[in-house]
């Protein structure tokens, strides 16, 4: 095995310029631009951005391109960069209610307090291959359409907020008090993860799990494993303010803004002993615009809120341990993919085994011994 991985070092070099040469593509072209990336491949770089757990478009771009757009790849390596990050503090709550649109729709009511607002998305398209996109011709801006105009600054309140005011809605999460545990809050990526967990650190779980898992969970769930029936009660997706609390001043100062796509989910709740019959939450929030994954995740939050809730756990979407353990698409891609590397002793051991075995079942095979018979008696 040694001899394998020695003798291998000139082919492991050689791999890597492919690699470089291949990532390049054909010389005759221009090479693609992390601006290029960014601007034209958005909603890639939103994926990386959110699965790998970092706000930084830049270089969610660069390791779109050095992953050659596997977007797997990608999140390693943004998630192997932000390992090397230090941690300076933690931000105020995000007050998404304070959101600056960019879109804002709702399953639950035709008409709400500041209008339904489409922004930029697929659902109305025809899914119908555009030829005008092969070519190189610019694509004119619209003229009826001011930039300005997917944006609103009037006040939107939450479709959730509006249920509670009936007290049809349980309660929201409220921030706790100053000098409780939320001063520091859990951490995924600091401590290892133990079940069960609070709903924090199975929110962050979910909202750094991978896209396509999290869909299927979503959807398994609307098919009748996990016996609730949602509601798209909002989508709202827009900037909102990072906020830091500055000692020196006394009060919290922004240090910038990002885009975050947030979803909640109604769900029917048959009550209990001590709670009426409402409506309860499903709860998604990940970076950029990634209305699917919020969804997925909303969907599954509301799912893993069970045993809070005392429902039955009868299906995968409701199983904590296996949802969490098995959403990371990083921890998920190594532990398959090291069956890539060399097994050579391993394997060898199996196959000595077998041969073993083999040779033990035939030995005492009531059709051998029957073969060895009939062998001796034509003798």
Known sequence: MYVAVKGGEAAIKAA?????????????????SLEQISEQMALAVDRVMSEGALYD?????LAIKQARGDMIEAIFLLRAYRTTLPRMGY???????AMQIHRRISATFK???????????FDYTHRLLDPSLATDEEVPAPEAVNPS?????????????LIAGEGLMEADSEEPESGCDWDEPGDLTRKPMQFPMSRDLRLQALSRGDEGFLLSLGYSTQRGFGRSHPFAGEIRIGEVDVEVEVPE??????????????????????????????????????????ERKSMSMALCDRALRAKELEE??????QDEEFVISHADNVQATG?????????????????KLVRQMQSEFYESSPQTAEADDTQEAAQ
Not at 57 to 61: F, H, I, K, S, V
Not at 149 to 161: A, G, H, L
Not at 277 to 288: A, I, M
């Open 111 to 121: 008409d709400l307090p500041g209008g339904q607002i489409l922004g930029p998305t």
């Open 312 to 317: 039955d756990i009868l299906a995968p979407a």
């Open 91 to 97: 931000s105020k709550l995000v007050d998404t209610s």
């Open 57 to 61: 478009r830049e270089l969610a771009a």
């Open 16 to 32: 890597h310029e492919l690699l470089a040469d291949r990532r390049r593509g054909d010389r005759a072209l221009p090479a693609i």
């Open 249 to 290: 001043l006394g009060f919290a100062v922004s240090v910038g803004r990002i885009q975050v796509s947030e979803c909640q989910m109604v769900n029917q709740f048959k009550g209990s002993k001590t709670v009426p019959p409402q409506f309860t939450r499903g709860y998604g929030l990940v970076f950029g615009q990634s």
């Open 149 to 161: 105009d997917d944006q609103t600054d009037e006040p939107m309140p939450r479709v959730s907020d």
């Open 335 to 351: 532990f398959v993919e090291h069956l890539k590397l060399p097994h050579y002793v391993d394997f060898q051991a199996e196959l």
